[in-house]
């Protein structure tokens, strides 16, 4: 029993590559190019660090042996590879390698050399760097569970209370009683949340905000919830988060169009696409509130264009007896006129 429960330690795949992913100014150039594992052929001093797990410090690289290259290419001065080291987890020791910080004086015609002084920064850029990057995933974790329990809280209270179930038997004074009730009891909870958890615009470095939605990924799972949320409220795509916020806030179940939800629906899952649900996996948390707005506004669409067909049928009827009443009155004072007329 204690042999299953020891830590595994830590490993690192056969084939593996090391993507340069932020640089210095005068080295920016690099971001974006890889080194690839010995397994590829060639073994580089970078896997080397990774590999021994330490600092690799080579204060003059022309003096070697080998000689060192720069991406093939021979120049002087120094060069050292400090492993970002990961800490000991549920699972596996300490000693996973996260990436590398490398620092280096190679240039043609270079006389600048790296010493002890910067050895030992490097080395507690390292401690510091592994630390910081744990604390920042941790961070990270804990904020998407936060943001988890927001949508699913929210979620879990999209239900239409027994007393405001609509029955068949229900006049339309009842339907507007009870969708009003649920305007206030389901959409309008949703709105708030989204208000408090996801204003116009980031409040702190980590904030959510609406003004996300311009920005994702045009066909994903969250561009499409944000399309369908910019229908919905019929927003252009180039609104300001401000307005968005301001239509969402303002949206009314109770008079929104049957094409606008058509339009809106076709926009969420447009043809061919898979459908998305509250299940779907990737979708961001601004995206995710949005959704909960469609849902509950699905949940109260048939009984609010059940309601304006009513209406509409008795303002049309309305009309309608209004000019059959007009239309008496014009053809009795023509009736009146000819006999007035007769008698003279």
């Given amino acids: 029993l204690l042999a299953l429960l020891e830590k595994l330690d830590p490993w690192l795949p056969k084939y593996t590559t090391l993507r340069v992913v932020t640089a210095n100014e005068e080295n920016k150039w690099m971001v974006g190019k890889t080194i690839k ?7 580089t001093v970078s896997y080397k660090a990774v590999h021994a797990k330490e600092l690799v410090f080579l204060p003059n690289v022309m003096v070697s042996d080998p000689v060192i290259t720069f991406f093939d290419m021979p120049m002087p001065g120094s060069f050292a590879a400090q492993p970002v080291l990961k800490g000991e987890d549920e699972k596996y020791k300490a000693g996973g390698v996260l990436g590398l910080l490398c620092v280096d004086t190679v240039c043609g015609g ?49 239900v239409i209370p027994e007393e405001q179930e609509v029955t068949e038997e ?11 009730a649920l305007d206030t009891e389901l959409i309008a909870k949703v709105k708030a949340v989204i208000k408090q958890h996801c204003p116009p615009q980031p409040v702190g ?8 939605l311009s920005g994702f990924e045009a066909g994903g799972a969250s561009a499409r919830v944000a399309a369908m949320m910019l229908t919905l409220v019929q927003e252009e795509a180039t609104c300001t988060p401000e307005d968005l916020e301001g239509k969402i806030q303002s949206f009314d179940v109770k008079t929104v169009k049957e094409e606008t939800l058509a339009a809106a629906a076709a926009a969420l899952n447009p043809e061919g696409a898979e459908p998305l649900s509250r299940e779907t996996e990737g979708v961001e948390f601004p995206a995710q509130l949005c959704f909960a707005l469609w849902e509950a506004v699905g949940m109260l669409k048939d009984t609010s264009l059940k309601i304006q067909k009513i209406r509409n049928e008795e303002e049309e009827a309305r009309l309608a007896e209004i000019e059959r009443q007009k239309k008496e009155e014009e053809e ?6 000819a006999e007035a007329a007769a008698a003279e």
Avoid: H
């Fill in 37 to 43: 594992s010995a397994a590829y052929g060639k073994d």
């Fill in 110 to 158: 270079s006389t600048a050399l790296l010493n002890e002084d910067d050895k030992e920064i490097l080395l507690e850029m390292g401690r510091v760097a592994g630390s910081t990057y744990e604390r920042l995933v941790e961070e990270a974790r804990q904020r998407k569970l936060a943001e988890d329990a927001v949508v699913a809280a929210m979620l879990e209270g999209l």
């Fill in 170 to 180: 229900d006049e339309v004074d009842a339907l507007e009683t009870k969708l009003a």
């Fill in 205 to 212: 470095e980590y904030g959510r905000s609406l003004a996300e």
């Fill in 332 to 337: 009795a004072a023509a009736a009146a006129a």
